[in-house]
């Protein structure tokens, strides 16, 4: 089963601006 690319869009966006402020 492959989620809907929006939803999977949204949830990467998500973890990259977590990681990109953790990070920064």
Do not use: K, S, T
């Not at 929006?6 to 990070?23: E, H, P, T, Y």
């Amino acid at each position: 089963d492959v989620p809907a690319p929006g939803a999977l869009a949204i949830f990467g966006l998500a973890f990259a601006a977590r990681g990109r402020r953790r990070m920064n």
